[in-house]
Nanobody
Framework: QVQLVESGGGLVQAGGSLRLSCTASGLSFDDYTMAWFRQAPGKGREGVSYFSWVDNTKDYASSVQGRFTISRDKGEKTLYLQMNSLKPEDTAMYYC????????????????WGQGTQVTVSS
């Protein structure tokens, strides 16, 4: 059974940093693209970044490019999202997700989801 558990969210001032973690069980990072999504109140779930299982390609939404960095520790089965220069518009629930498809930031392509961790950025 696949389980994804996020941690690391919190309250931070604009310009600050946070690092999110997602610990996975029941799957191998060699077989799944891992990604971060976020959902702000009243908005749809938005793809933030993915890490490809095929060729280790990483990609980012334009809104976070240059500020966020995705990484993973295969041995620990942990996915990370380093978030720097945070803005109030980054406030959202952040979710970890896994998919057998590749090169996608569409939520419809992801089969497994964590429960989310809240990130709040104050101005």
């Amino acid at each position: 059974q696949v389980q994804l558990v996020e941690s690391g969210g919190g309250l931070v001032q604009a310009g600050g940093s946070l690092r999110l973690s997602c610990t996975a069980s029941g799957l191998s990072f060699d077989d799944y693209t891992m990604a971060w999504f976020r959902q702000a109140p009243g908005k749809g779930r938005e793809g933030v970044s993915y890490f490809s299982w095929v060729d280790n390609t990483k990609d980012y939404a334009s809104s976070v490019q240059g500020r966020f960095t995705i990484s993973r520790d295969k041995g620990e089965k942990t996915l990370y999202l380093q978030m720097n220069s945070l803005k109030p518009e980054d406030t959202a629930m952040y979710y970890c997700a896994a998919s057998r498809m590749d090169y996608s930031l569409s939520r419809y392509d992801y089969n497994y989801w964590g429960q989310g961790t809240q990130v709040t950025v104050s101005s």
